[in-house]
Each structure stands twice: as structure tokens, then as C-alpha cells.
């Protein structure tokens, strides 16, 4: 399976927005509602901020935000923080009942 | 309070085995699927394998299938990975995970290093 495509970075100043896409195939992302979207700091563990595309868990700001059309996957942070600065990575659930990474995207705040 | 606490990583030789562990506590370990993760540093993160609430169904990664086993014991709260013919492209960090559903996990432990390496 191979991995879902995300942009190596993305940038932009605090209080502004960004959306980072996830591209997969009708296989994985396109076929399920099944897209999830973590946070990375650097040497922590994933933090789950999105899943079944748009879902929030308990905690997450509501300035993440997550759709898909297609087989194309976004989140949106909006009012950007410096705290936001991280690795985010998508995910989704595929034709073959595992799971498929994004190959993740840095998100500078400048 | 939801906590996954991996241990077992260490240094170990090309064609050798290590078998990690994952510690459970704050939740019905019996009631969830669980997964493993692994990240080479610096690079992203890949699914290795997942297993239901009894054991009974495991799957696993086209790139360990053969090499790996995921077990739990319900009774311990304890997940646990063995890894055999260890290969230096299996050098990572590795990452127990709780499902919450359709692979989606919402809580991670911290991970824990494997270096395979002579």
C-alpha cells in the first residue's frame, strides 16, 4: 500500500489559516469515511486530532477542522498558534482492512 | 487516565529477535483492538500490524508479515510484538496504540528504540 501524499511543508503567520491536503486513491481515502489526522511534536507521540474526516475528539480546539473530497483529504487550522508548529500526518482506512500513512507535513509558524 | 508504556527496545544484530511490550492501564484493554506503529526518526510514520479485543484476528504490514507476531494477554493488560529475523530497515521507533475505530487510534504510548545493527 503505498503511502498517501501530503506536502513536505506548509507555512503561515500566526492568526492566519492553512489547510494541508491528503492525496490517496478510491482505495483508501476516496472509498472510506475513514480519514484521520494526527500531530507530531518533536519526540512525542501522535496526537489524534481528526478522524472519520471531521470528527474532533474531546480537547481538540475547534480551530481544526477536517473534509474530503474525492480522494483528496484536508485539515484546516485556522487562527493559527504558535503552538501549532508540528508534524501532521493523515491517515486512512483501506480496501485491505489496514491503514495507510501520509508521509507527513511540516507546518512552520512563522 | 488513559496510559501505553512500550518496553523491550534495545540494540540488536541483523537476523536477531526482540519482543517489545506495551503496558495498558486507565481503560478495558479486553474491549479494544490494538495496533503498533513504527517510525524511522526522523521519517514518517507506517502501520505494522493490529489485533482484536481476543486475540483471535491478527494483520500485519506486508513488510513484517512472516517476521512478526502480535499477541496480547487480557488477563495482564499487556500487548506485545515479537520480532524475528530483524532486518536494519526495521530500526525505529515503535508505537503501541489504542483503536478507537477502523484503525484510527486515539491514544499512543511514548514508543520505544529498536536499532538493528551489527
Known amino acids: 500500500q503505498s503511502a498517501l501524499t501530503q506536502p513536505r511543508s506548509v507555512s503561515g503567520s500566526p492568526g492566519q489559516s492553512v489547510t494541508i491536503s491528503c492525496t490517496g486513491t478510491?482505495?483508501?481515502?476516496?472509498?472510506?469515511?475513514?480519514v484521520c489526522w494526527y500531530q507530531q511534536h518533536p519526540g512525542k507521540a501522535p496526537k489524534l486530532m481528526i478522524y472519520?474526516?471531521?470528527k474532533r475528539p474531546s480537547g481538540v480546539p475547534d480551530r481544526f477542522s477536517g473534509s474530503k473530497s474525492g480522494n483528496t483529504a484536508s485539515l484546516t487550522i485556522s487562527g493559527l498558534q504558535a503552538e501549532d508548529e508540528a508534524d501532521y500526518y493523515c491517515c486512512s482506512f483501506t480496501v485491505r482492512h489496514d491503514l495507510v500513512f501520509g508521509g507527513g507535513t511540516k507546518l512552520t509558524v512563522l | 487516565e488513559v496510559q501505553l508504556v512500550e518496553s523491550g527496545g534495545g540494540l540488536v544484530q541483523p537476523g536477531g529477535s526482540l519482543r517489545l511490550s506495551c503496558a495498558v492501564s486507565g481503560f478495558t484493554f479486553s474491549s479494544y483492538w490494538m495496533h503498533w506503529v513504527r517510525q524511522v526518526p526522523g521519517k514518517g510514520l507506517v502501520w505494522v500490524s493490529r489485533i482484536n479485543t481476543d486475540g483471535s484476528t491478527t494483520t500485519y504490514a506486508d513488510a513484517v508479515k512472516g517476521r512478526f507476531t502480535i499477541s496480547r494477554d487480557n488477563a495482564k493488560n499487556t500487548l506485545s510484538l515479537q520480532m524475528n529475523s530483524l532486518r536494519a530497515d526495521d530500526t525505529a521507533v515503535y508505537y503501541c496504540?489504542?483503536?478507537?475505530?477502523?484503525?484510527?487510534?486515539?491514544?499512543w504510548g511514548q514508543g520505544t528504540l529498536v536499532t538493528v545493527s551489527s
Open positions: 478510491s482505495s483508501d481515502v476516496g472509498g472510506y469515511n475513514y
Open positions: 496504540a489504542r483503536d478507537l475505530h477502523y484503525n484510527q487510534a486515539d491514544y
Open positions: 472519520d474526516v471531521s
